[in-house]
Nanobody
């Protein structure tokens, strides 16, 4: 199983950034996918989740209305579009896959830094 995040980087406040997570080694379309983030000195927190078919999406209150999670089951990829970024969004963003019959899988993370 592999989850490989990409697309992180340095961005100014108010700008947008999109991160992606390419999955392999499991039946991607059967798994619930999530994005988490962890800032220095803080616990890892759930940012957004999407159901296996993409019909249900949930967001943390802190990102609601600014971030959008989506998935392409044909490409085994989950995305996180981040708009109106704030300095407090600075963190390592992790992709995660979960299913009732399986352990949770994690990617290695991608750094997102929001700074002027």
């Amino acid at each position: 199983v592999q989850l490989v995040e990409s697309g992180g980087g340095l961005v100014q406040p108010g700008r947008s950034l999109s991160v992606s997570c390419a999955a392999s080694g499991f039946t991607f379309s059967s798994y619930f996918m999530s994005w988490y983030r962890q800032a220095p000195g803080q616990e890892r927190e759930l940012v957004a989740s999407i159901s296996s078919g993409g019909g249900t999406r949930t967001y943390a209150d802190s990102v609601k209305g600014r971030f959008t999670i989506s998935r392409d089951n044909a490409k085994n990829t989950v995305y996180l579009q981040m708009n109106s970024l704030r300095p407090e969004d600075t963190a390592v963003y992790y992709c995660s896959a979960a299913a009732a019959w399986s352990r949770r899988y994690w990617g290695q993370g991608t750094q997102v830094t929001v700074s002027s």
